[in-house]
Every structure is written in C-alpha cells, then in structure tokens.
C-alpha cells in the first residue's frame, strides 16, 4: 500500500512540476519572443497576459515604466535572483493604480519596488474585488501621490 501511494504523489508532483512554466521579462527583450530565459518578453503585462495558472513571471533587473493590471489567478510575480526591479508609473497617466488586482486568488508580488505614481487619486496597489489570499511580500512602495 506505502508503494501505491509513493509512486501516485511522484506522479503528482511530476505532472504538478510540469504544468507550472517560468516566464521571463527584461527591458532589452521583445513582446514578440518566447519569454524564455534567452529570449525574455520587454513588458510584464505582456508575461502576465500570457502566464497560464501556476506560471511564474521572472523578471530581470531594471526599470519598467508601465502599469500592471494582473487579470489572472495563481500566478507568482518576482524578480531574478536579488535583482532590482522598479515598476515605475512615471509619465502615464491611465489606470489610477500602478498595480491593480480585481477578483483574483492565489497572487503574489515579491520583492518589487513601486514608484512614481504622480497624479490625482494615485494608489500604489489597489485590490478590490473578491480577492483571495493575495501576498504583497517584501516590496517598496514609494512616491505616490
């Protein structure tokens, strides 16, 4: 019976480790690739919108001047290693909130830096919704006004 079950939680954890899929983001990529390691996507929306449940969004080191609307669940959201990562909402001027999660489970930021919304009702994070063990671990949120 110990076999039966052993060898049923390897082929869990097997098809579990399978179906999860690292994407990656740098500011010399191109939306246009495979968002692989070698090959990363230029904007985090764009790794967001085509991250599958469970996927992770691996981003490079430096500055993405962008807003992320994160419109999927179970998905895991973090830079490379110890790299520093600013998402940064300088000069836009859409979307109130530099990160905005509505309706969503299982999210989780790590180890970002959120900075420069400037402009008339700006949020860092905004969450709303029927949200979900969502988890903002580690990050700076800075300059918004």
Known sequence: MKQIYLIAMVLLFTVYAFSQK?????????????GSFT????????AINNALAY???NIKAGTYNE?????????YIRPIASD?????????????????ITNREN???????IANNIQKDA????IEGAC??????????HDIH
Request: hydrophobic share 35%; glycine share 8%; charged share 15%.
């Open 22 to 34: 690292n994407i990656y983001v740098a500011t010399n990529g191109n939306n246009s690739q495979s």
């Open 39 to 46: 090959t990363p996507y230029k904007t985090i929306q764009y």
């Open 55 to 57: 996927d992770t969004v």
């Open 67 to 75: 807003k992320l609307d994160i419109g999927k669940s179970n998905i």
């Open 84 to 100: 520093n990562v600013v998402i940064s909402g300088s000069g836009i001027t859409s979307q109130v909130a530099l990160v905005k």
């Open 107 to 113: 999210v989780t930021l790590k180890r970002l830096e």
């Open 123 to 126: 949020q860092g994070i905004l």
């Open 132 to 141: 979900k063990n969502i988890t903002i671990d580690s990050c700076s949120i």
